[in-house]
């Protein structure tokens, strides 16, 4: 027989403030508001009903609360280009979970390239 925890309420809360500072402290670095309605539209970074409730166990709740903060690490890093490897290594597990993320860790590295020139002219 095997026993499985749930996760808790607070880290399914926790979750939904790891995406939500996604929405609104990362994405508007790189998109227009009007394509980060479209993202909330084609629910970017939003598990269906479903893969919410396969995602339940404390262990599933663990694998994507890491995800998201390592994503939110590598993106705000200098360099984040170092960290390729484990930037998709954490899209392809919440991939897993049913959550789709916008970016690729090339595309943050040219748009963050682009606005610095940008700020020097």
Do not use: W
């Amino acid at each position: 027989m095997k026993i499985v925890v749930s996760s808790t309420e607070e880290q399914e809360k926790y979750m939904d403030e790891l995406v939500g500072k996604m929405y609104k402290e990362v994405f508007p670095k790189f998109f227009s508001e009007e394509k980060i309605e479209q993202f909330k539209n084609m629910e970017i970074l939003i598990p269906t009903d479903q893969d919410r409730y396969h995602n339940s166990t404390l262990q599933d709740c663990f694998h994507i609360i890491s995800s998201l903060q390592a994503l939110l690490a590598i993106i705000e890093d200098n360099n984040p280009l170092q960290y390729k490897e484990k930037f998709d290594q954490n899209v392809k597990k919440l991939q897993e979970y049913g959550y789709q993320f916008p970016l690729s860790i090339n595309e943050i590295v040219s748009i963050n390239e682009g606005s610095i020139k940008t700020s020097c002219h």
